[in-house]
């Protein structure tokens, strides 16, 4: 029995498959703020995650001042509360993701969309996924304006994930 080649379908196949491959992420930036969108923004990485790709999972402190009349002891407990929050952040986002995926988790303190920014460059991701809403009240009105300040500086693909409730 001969095995008969088509040229044509052998370059379909090809280009299928290559463009497939090409098309995939391998380096993910998965910022987050502990949100309940977790699971949609993890289940949306993975569906563009290459298999030999990363995730890179990545929460905010934000960094408070003491102004003139403000306990700069109060400061300081908020923001050791925000940094304790964002190393959970991470733990709770890590644990949602598959044991056969690469993971990177990072804690940092500043401006969440500089810093996000900063780190998407630093680390050369492909891509940033970022909810366009995450927690309720006045921390949904900072992080819409998060997601809106990333999407527009950083020089990178950004899939945003519009959230409604």
Do not use: W
Not at 97 to 119: L, R, S
Not at 143 to 162: C, F, M, N, R, Y
Request: charged share 30%.
């Amino acid at each position: 029995m001969k095995l008969k080649i088509n040229l044509f379908n052998l370059i379909i196949y090809f280009n299928l498959n290559y463009c497939c491959v090409e098309d995939m992420y391998k380096k993910i930036l998965l910022p987050t703020d502990g949100s309940e969108y977790a699971e949609k923004e993890i289940d949306r990485a993975l569906n563009v995650l290459a298999d030999d790709g990363e995730i890179i999972i990545v929460s905010v402190a934000k960094k408070l001042r003491a102004a003139q009349f403000q306990s700069k002891k109060y400061i300081r407990e908020l923001n050791e509360t925000s940094l304790k929050e964002s190393e959970k952040n991470v733990e709770e986002m890590d644990k949602k993701i598959p044991d056969n995926i690469k993971t990177t988790t990072k804690v940092a303190v500043g401006f969440p969309a500089e810093v996000i920014n900063d780190i998407a460059e630093e680390e050369d991701v492909d891509l940033v996924v970022i909810s366009s809403s995450g927690k309720s009240g006045i921390h949904k009105f900072f992080l819409g304006s998060v997601a809106e300040k990333v999407v527009s500086t950083v020089e990178k693909d950004v899939l945003l994930i519009h959230n409604t409730d």
